[in-house]
Protein backbone atom coordinates (compact mmCIF):
# COMPACT_ATOMS: atom_id res chain seq x y z
CA UNK A 1 0.00 0.00 0.00
CA UNK A 2 1.25 2.95 -1.45
CA UNK A 3 1.94 6.43 0.26
CA UNK A 4 2.26 8.89 -1.96
CA UNK A 5 1.62 7.49 -5.23
CA UNK A 6 2.22 9.54 -8.51
CA UNK A 7 1.37 8.62 -12.34
CA UNK A 8 2.36 8.38 -14.68
CA UNK A 9 5.92 7.32 -13.69
CA UNK A 10 7.76 8.41 -17.22
CA UNK A 11 5.97 10.79 -19.82
CA UNK A 12 7.59 11.95 -22.87
CA UNK A 13 5.95 14.45 -24.71
CA UNK A 14 6.38 17.12 -27.79
CA UNK A 15 6.78 20.90 -27.21
CA UNK A 16 3.42 22.81 -26.99
CA UNK A 17 1.49 19.63 -26.06
CA UNK A 18 -0.43 19.82 -22.22
CA UNK A 19 -0.10 16.98 -20.05
CA UNK A 20 -0.87 16.24 -16.49
CA UNK A 21 0.89 14.67 -13.66
CA UNK A 22 -1.52 12.73 -10.83
CA UNK A 23 -0.54 12.90 -7.48
CA UNK A 24 -2.57 10.61 -4.89
CA UNK A 25 -1.60 10.14 -0.67
CA UNK A 26 -3.21 7.89 1.58
CA UNK A 27 -1.97 9.20 4.96
CA UNK A 28 -4.10 11.59 5.87
CA UNK A 29 -1.79 14.46 5.66
CA UNK A 30 -3.24 18.08 5.25
CA UNK A 31 -0.46 19.27 3.15
CA UNK A 32 0.94 18.46 0.33
CA UNK A 33 3.86 19.68 -1.95
CA UNK A 34 5.01 19.84 -6.03
CA UNK A 35 9.03 19.40 -6.06
CA UNK A 36 10.57 20.24 -9.59
CA UNK A 37 14.40 18.26 -9.64
CA UNK A 38 16.38 20.45 -11.94
CA UNK A 39 19.32 18.88 -13.95
CA UNK A 40 21.62 20.36 -11.36
CA UNK A 41 19.51 17.83 -9.09
CA UNK A 42 18.27 20.80 -6.48
CA UNK A 43 15.00 20.04 -5.60
CA UNK A 44 13.09 23.25 -5.86
CA UNK A 45 9.56 23.63 -4.43
CA UNK A 46 6.87 24.75 -6.84
CA UNK A 47 3.50 24.40 -4.78
CA UNK A 48 2.15 23.51 -1.59
CA UNK A 49 -1.62 23.20 -0.52
CA UNK A 50 -2.78 22.88 2.38
CA UNK A 51 -6.44 21.72 2.71
CA UNK A 52 -6.82 22.35 -0.71
CA UNK A 53 -5.94 26.09 -0.25
CA UNK A 54 -2.72 27.06 -2.38
CA UNK A 55 -0.17 27.98 0.64
CA UNK A 56 2.89 28.43 -1.41
CA UNK A 57 3.50 29.74 -4.81
CA UNK A 58 6.50 29.84 -6.20
CA UNK A 59 7.78 31.89 -9.39
CA UNK A 60 6.81 28.97 -11.49
CA UNK A 61 5.26 30.35 -14.69
CA UNK A 62 1.64 30.70 -15.28
CA UNK A 63 1.45 27.24 -17.63
CA UNK A 64 2.14 24.86 -14.28
CA UNK A 65 -1.62 24.52 -13.11
CA UNK A 66 -1.92 22.70 -9.73
CA UNK A 67 -5.21 21.79 -8.84
CA UNK A 68 -6.75 19.81 -5.07
CA UNK A 69 -10.10 18.24 -5.66
CA UNK A 70 -9.32 16.99 -2.06
CA UNK A 71 -6.89 16.50 0.36
CA UNK A 72 -5.51 13.60 -0.79
CA UNK A 73 -5.10 14.84 -4.00
CA UNK A 74 -2.57 17.40 -5.90
CA UNK A 75 -2.52 17.71 -9.60
CA UNK A 76 -0.32 19.09 -11.96
CA UNK A 77 -1.20 20.46 -15.03
CA UNK A 78 1.46 21.70 -17.46
CA UNK A 79 0.19 24.13 -20.84
CA UNK A 80 2.34 24.46 -24.18
CA UNK A 81 5.25 22.51 -22.43
CA UNK A 82 8.59 23.69 -23.10
CA UNK A 83 11.91 21.59 -23.66
CA UNK A 84 13.17 23.37 -20.11
CA UNK A 85 10.19 21.91 -19.10
CA UNK A 86 12.05 18.62 -18.60
CA UNK A 87 13.25 17.25 -15.21
CA UNK A 88 11.61 14.85 -12.51
CA UNK A 89 8.40 15.53 -10.62
CA UNK A 90 8.13 15.06 -7.22
CA UNK A 91 4.95 15.04 -5.13
CA UNK A 92 5.34 14.83 -1.46
CA UNK A 93 3.19 15.57 1.42
CA UNK A 94 2.93 16.15 5.28
CA UNK A 95 0.41 17.32 8.09
CA UNK A 96 1.06 20.81 8.85
CA UNK A 97 3.82 22.26 10.82
CA UNK A 98 5.39 18.56 10.80
CA UNK A 99 8.21 18.64 9.15
CA UNK A 100 8.87 14.87 7.75
CA UNK A 101 7.60 14.61 4.30
CA UNK A 102 6.87 11.54 2.47
CA UNK A 103 7.14 11.91 -1.14
CA UNK A 104 6.70 9.71 -4.24
CA UNK A 105 8.51 7.92 -6.40
CA UNK A 106 8.62 10.96 -9.06
CA UNK A 107 7.46 11.41 -12.53
CA UNK A 108 10.45 11.88 -14.97
CA UNK A 109 9.28 14.01 -18.21
CA UNK A 110 11.29 14.62 -21.00
CA UNK A 111 9.82 17.11 -23.58
CA UNK A 112 11.09 16.23 -26.90
CA UNK B 1 20.48 31.65 -5.90
CA UNK B 2 20.97 28.25 -3.78
CA UNK B 3 20.89 29.19 -0.10
CA UNK B 4 21.38 25.42 0.85
CA UNK B 5 24.60 23.66 -0.47
CA UNK B 6 26.44 20.42 -0.46
CA UNK B 7 29.58 21.20 -2.11
CA UNK B 8 30.50 17.28 -2.43
CA UNK B 9 28.61 15.64 -5.44
CA UNK B 10 29.66 12.31 -4.39
CA UNK B 11 31.65 9.93 -1.54
CA UNK B 12 33.18 7.11 -1.58
CA UNK B 13 33.54 4.98 2.09
CA UNK B 14 34.47 1.46 3.10
CA UNK B 15 32.17 -0.16 5.04
CA UNK B 16 32.31 -0.05 8.53
CA UNK B 17 34.21 3.36 8.30
CA UNK B 18 32.40 6.96 9.00
CA UNK B 19 30.62 8.80 6.19
CA UNK B 20 30.85 11.88 6.66
CA UNK B 21 28.44 14.47 4.66
CA UNK B 22 28.52 18.22 4.72
CA UNK B 23 25.60 20.80 4.60
CA UNK B 24 26.23 24.63 3.83
CA UNK B 25 23.75 27.32 4.17
CA UNK B 26 23.44 30.97 3.67
CA UNK B 27 20.12 32.11 5.11
CA UNK B 28 20.30 32.78 8.55
CA UNK B 29 16.76 32.93 9.00
CA UNK B 30 16.52 29.10 9.03
CA UNK B 31 15.42 27.50 12.07
CA UNK B 32 14.93 23.73 11.28
CA UNK B 33 17.24 21.14 9.19
CA UNK B 34 16.71 17.72 7.80
CA UNK B 35 18.45 14.95 5.82
CA UNK B 36 16.61 12.94 3.36
CA UNK B 37 18.42 9.68 1.61
CA UNK B 38 17.01 8.69 -1.61
CA UNK B 39 17.79 5.52 -3.83
CA UNK B 40 17.57 5.34 -7.22
CA UNK B 41 13.85 5.83 -8.77
CA UNK B 42 12.07 6.44 -5.41
CA UNK B 43 11.24 9.57 -3.93
CA UNK B 44 13.49 10.64 -0.72
CA UNK B 45 12.65 9.84 1.98
CA UNK B 46 13.37 11.19 5.64
CA UNK B 47 16.22 10.38 7.67
CA UNK B 48 17.20 12.90 10.54
CA UNK B 49 16.38 16.64 11.61
CA UNK B 50 17.71 19.15 14.26
CA UNK B 51 15.92 22.32 15.56
CA UNK B 52 18.67 25.34 15.52
CA UNK B 53 18.58 25.61 19.27
CA UNK B 54 20.66 22.28 19.20
CA UNK B 55 24.40 21.22 17.76
CA UNK B 56 23.66 17.55 17.77
CA UNK B 57 21.06 14.66 17.37
CA UNK B 58 21.31 11.05 16.79
CA UNK B 59 19.49 8.24 15.56
CA UNK B 60 21.20 4.74 15.80
CA UNK B 61 23.80 5.07 13.37
CA UNK B 62 23.13 8.11 12.01
CA UNK B 63 24.14 12.12 13.72
CA UNK B 64 23.28 15.37 12.40
CA UNK B 65 25.72 18.41 14.03
CA UNK B 66 24.60 21.90 13.61
CA UNK B 67 27.05 24.42 13.77
CA UNK B 68 24.89 27.55 13.44
CA UNK B 69 27.85 30.14 13.69
CA UNK B 70 29.34 28.43 10.53
CA UNK B 71 26.05 27.93 8.62
CA UNK B 72 26.86 24.55 8.66
CA UNK B 73 25.72 21.11 9.23
CA UNK B 74 27.19 17.92 8.69
CA UNK B 75 25.19 13.94 8.46
CA UNK B 76 27.79 11.22 10.23
CA UNK B 77 26.95 7.75 9.73
CA UNK B 78 28.75 5.31 11.96
CA UNK B 79 29.40 2.39 10.74
CA UNK B 80 28.25 2.86 7.14
CA UNK B 81 27.07 0.00 5.81
CA UNK B 82 26.44 -0.75 1.83
CA UNK B 83 22.81 -0.73 2.21
CA UNK B 84 23.46 3.53 3.10
CA UNK B 85 24.88 3.73 -0.27
CA UNK B 86 22.03 6.65 -1.74
CA UNK B 87 21.99 10.08 -2.55
CA UNK B 88 21.52 12.26 0.64
CA UNK B 89 19.82 15.59 0.74
CA UNK B 90 20.39 18.01 3.03
CA UNK B 91 17.15 20.67 3.97
CA UNK B 92 16.28 23.36 5.63
CA UNK B 93 13.16 25.23 6.43
CA UNK B 94 12.86 29.40 7.38
CA UNK B 95 11.04 29.91 10.87
CA UNK B 96 8.64 32.00 9.42
CA UNK B 97 7.55 29.48 6.80
CA UNK B 98 7.37 26.02 8.29
CA UNK B 99 6.17 24.78 4.99
CA UNK B 100 8.64 26.27 2.85
CA UNK B 101 11.37 23.70 2.22
CA UNK B 102 14.95 24.63 0.68
CA UNK B 103 17.16 21.77 -0.36
CA UNK B 104 20.28 20.73 -1.47
CA UNK B 105 21.17 19.28 -4.85
CA UNK B 106 22.46 16.25 -2.24
CA UNK B 107 25.69 13.92 -2.16
CA UNK B 108 25.78 10.54 -3.52
CA UNK B 109 27.30 8.19 -1.06
CA UNK B 110 28.56 4.76 -1.73
CA UNK B 111 29.68 2.14 0.82
CA UNK B 112 32.23 0.07 -0.69
CA UNK B 113 31.94 -3.80 0.69
Known amino acids: DTAVSQTPKYLVTQMGNDKSIKCEQNLGHDTMYWYKQDSKKFLKIMFSYNNKELIINETVPNRFSPKSPDKAHLNLHINSLELGDSAVYFCASSRLANYEQYFGPGTRLTVT | ?113
Open chain 2, 1 to 113: DQQVKQNSPSLSVQEGRISILNCDYTNSMFDYFLWYKKYPAEGPTFLISISSIKDKNEDGRFTVFLNKSAKHLSLHIVPSQPGDSAVYFCAALPRNNFNKFYFGSGTKLNVKP
